[in-house]
């Protein structure tokens, strides 16, 4: 019987099944023989916009039974979606940090790291990680358009500071504005205080100074004064009558004031407000049965900001617009020899007294209707007329609430009966 030898190809064959058995325990994740680890995937956001964030660097690490001493390392990165992921991590604790230039980083010590137990052969989606943009570093542009509050137009000249918050841009000018500055950014609300001269202070808050800021147009409103007017030698019949007046402040072409008044209203009392500081005015006024002889200036000191005070006369100030009133007496009772006469109640005006006599050649008697002639009176207001017999008291008559009329040229006739 001839004994089988092993040769060296025997050996080698032995030697090969050997290391490709332990090849396939060293690549087992703690003796799970076949699996070669787990794996991890989650997304990176903005904690204000909540908008996936780019190119966060990502960072995961493992210790051995929590030891002090680091294990393992790996790395990646986000896609433009904010999202990540690690593969073939081995069975163990995993904590991942985050860092990207331009916002606060999680460190793998911090509490909001993320920290995760890797099983093999699993897919892990862990939870949504939100980063806090960091601003401190940031500046943004902060831009508008000064406009002034009564014309609207835009504002050119004038000292102007600018404050947002602890930031300041002072002895600059209106229209730089509209270019813009640039202005540490901020979470936090902050306040824009614009200070012009010539115009109040403004104070406008901003929220969320995180990107440029377009403010569009900013309305200022010029430091002003007002001008209280009050009605002097107003007439009866225009008190009675109560019109309203309109009063109207012009600074050349412009209207910077405006308002109405009752004349004989209250106090007779009136107010122009909002008048630009050391803006001179020339006041007109539109009232029934008037016209002013010239507008009333006033001319403010350049940094008044208080109350004037102005008289307007209607005796002075104005000339009342009149029209010709001719009277006519009616009366059955007239004998010859008869004295006639007729005045306004309200104003006064009087019509010269006529005797009556009999007409000359054939006549049939005094004429019962007496023409007193013309006298002129206000229009626009309705008056109250007496006719009288100065020989008989009982001959009194009147006409009542006749308003004269400003729409003819010839004199109205008003018949007294």
């Known amino acids: 019987m001839i004994k089988e030898r092993r040769g060296p190809k025997s050996f080698g064959f032995l030697m090969a099944l050997f290391l490709v058995l332990v090849g396939c325990l060293v ?3 703690h003796g ?9 995937e989650g997304y990176v956001v903005d904690s204000r916009t909540l908008v ?3 190119s966060v660097y990502v960072t995961a690490t493992s210790k051995e039974n929590g030891e002090d001493t680091m294990t393992a390392t790996k790395y990646t990165t986000t896609d433009s979606n904010g999202k990540y992921s690690f593969s073939s991590l081995r069975s163990d604790v995993w904590t991942l940090s985050f860092s990207k230039t331009g916002y606060t980083p999680i460190e793998a010590k911090a509490t909001d790291a993320v920290t995760v137990s890797v099983v093999s052969g699993e897919n892990i989606y862990l939870p949504r990680v939100e980063m806090v943009q960091n601003y401190s570093n940031q500046y943004v542009r902060v831009k508008g358009i000064l406009k002034d509050s009564i014309n609207g137009n835009t504002i050119t000249y004038g000292n102007t500071n600018y404050a947002f918050g602890s930031t300041s841009f002072s002895n600059r000018l209106p229209t730089e504005f509209t270019s813009g500055f640039d202005v540490p950014s901020s979470v936090e609300p902050i306040k824009l205080i614009i200070s012009v001269e010539g115009y109040k202070t403004l104070t406008i808050e901003l929220d969320n100074l995180v990107n440029d800021y377009d403010l569009g147009s900013i309305s200022l409103t010029p430091e002003t004064y007002k001008i209280v007017g009050r009605w002097t030698n107003a007439p009866g019949w225009v008190v009675s009558a109560g019109p309203t007046a309109t009063i109207i402040a012009r600074s050349g072409n412009n209207v910077v004031s405006r308002t109405t008044s009752v004349v004989g209203d209250g106090d007779q009392s009136f107010a122009l407000e909002n008048i630009p500081r050391g803006t001179s005015v020339a006041i007109e006024v539109e009232l029934l049965g008037y016209r002013m002889n010239s507008p009333i200036t006033v001319y ?16 002075n100030n104005f000339s009342a617009i009149t029209r010709d009133v001719r009277i006519f007496y009616m009366s059955s009772t007239i004998s010859s020899g008869d004295r006639v006469g007729a005045y306004c109640e309200q104003t006064g005006t009087r019509w010269p007294e006529v005797t009556c006599t009999n007409p000359a050649g054939l006549t049939l008697g005094t004429p019962q209707v007496v023409d007193l002639g013309t006298q002129a009176l206000p ?13 008989d008291s009982s001959g009194t008559h009147t006409a009542t609430g006749v308003k004269i009329n400003d729409d003819g040229s010839e004199a109205q006739i008003v018949t007294i009966k």
């Open 379 to 391: 229009t626009g207001y309705a008056f109250d007329f007496v006719g009288y017999m100065l020989e």
């Open 27 to 29: 690549g087992c994740d």
């Open 52 to 54: 996936g964030i780019a």
């Open 32 to 40: 799970s023989l076949g699996l070669r680890g787990g794996s991890v």
């Open 300 to 315: 403010p000191n350049s940094d008044f900001q208080g109350t004037i005070y102005q008289n307007f006369d209607l005796k």
